[in-house]
């Protein structure tokens, strides 16, 4: 199996890695059953797994497969508190897109 890097991207990137898995860091705006909605530099549904144990406002890291709609299946989720610097996550985001050759491979 060949490896395949999961890219850490914001709402805007999500056209970009539509049929592959990325990282993406977030706030909780709205949970409705197996969805949420999540403002990453801009809002997306994410549809949660079973493991997915998420609350409104806190940020959340999920790893998952964007969909043709740009939604995100979520495969991995982590409930980061209510003490994350969205600024910081959207800024790491950023640079590693502009030095792509440092943070991903494919």
Same mark, same amino acid.
């Given at each position: 199996?060949?490896? @395949?890097? =999961?890219? $850490?991207?914001?709402?805007?990137?999500?056209? %970009?890695?539509?049929?592959?898995?990325?990282?993406?860091?977030?706030?909780?705006?709205?949970? $409705?059953?197996?969805?949420?909605?999540?403002?990453?530099?801009? %809002?997306? =549904?994410?549809?949660?797994?079973?493991?997915?144990?998420?609350?409104?406002?806190?940020?959340? @890291?999920?790893?998952?497969?964007?969909?043709?709609?740009?939604?995100?299946?979520?495969?991995?989720?982590?409930?980061?508190?209510?003490?994350?610097?969205?600024?910081?996550?959207? =800024?790491?985001?950023?640079?590693?897109?502009?030095?792509?050759?440092?943070?991903?491979?494919?």
């Amino acid at each position: 199996m060949a490896e @395949q890097s =999961t890219p $850490r991207v914001t709402c805007g990137y999500l056209n %970009s890695y539509v049929g592959k898995n990325v990282m993406i860091v977030g706030k909780v705006q709205q949970l $409705r059953g197996d969805e949420a909605v999540i403002d990453a530099d801009g %809002s997306f =549904t994410a549809h949660l797994n079973r493991d997915a144990h998420l609350s409104a406002g806190n940020g959340v @890291q999920i790893i998952g497969k964007v969909n043709p709609d740009l939604s995100i299946r979520v495969l991995s989720s982590l409930d980061l508190g209510t003490g994350v610097d969205f600024e910081l996550s959207n =800024t790491v985001a950023e640079i590693s897109h502009q030095h792509r050759n440092l943070f991903m491979f494919e």
